[in-house]
C-alpha cells in the first residue's frame, strides 16, 4: 500500500511537470489560469478572460468619462468668471 502510494504520487507529479507549461497567471487577479479559464497574451504577460472583460467595459466607458470630466472643469471655469474668481 505505501508503494503504491509513492508510486501514485509520483505519477501526479510527472502529470504536473507535463502540464505547468499550459498554465499561466494572471497579472490583474493573480489567478493560476488553466484551460477552463482562457487567457491572452498582453505584451510579455498574460491576462484572463474576466480581467479582460472588465477592462475593455472601462475603456469603453472612457469616452463618457472623459465628456463628463470635461464639463465639470467647464462649469468650475464658468462658476469662477461669474464670481470673479481666479483660478489658482
Known amino acids: 500500500m505505501i508503494l503504491e502510494s509513492i508510486v501514485e504520487g509520483k505519477k501526479m ?8 507549461a499550459d498554465m499561466h497567471y494572471c497579472i490583474f487577479c493573480e489567478t493560476i489560469c488553466y484551460k477552463k479559464k482562457p487567457v491572452k497574451m ?3 504577460k498574460w491576462i484572463c478572460i474576466d ?8 475603456l469603453d466607458s472612457l469616452r463618457q468619462w472623459e465628456e463628463e470630466l ?9 462658476l469662477g468668471d461669474g464670481l470673479g474668481l481666479q483660478e489658482l
Open 42 to 44: 498582453l505584451g510579455n
Open 13 to 20: 507529479e510527472l502529470y504536473t511537470e507535463r502540464r505547468t
Open 70 to 78: 470635461t464639463l465639470e472643469e467647464e462649469m468650475k471655469k464658468q
Open 51 to 58: 480581467c479582460l472583460r472588465q477592462l475593455k467595459e472601462l
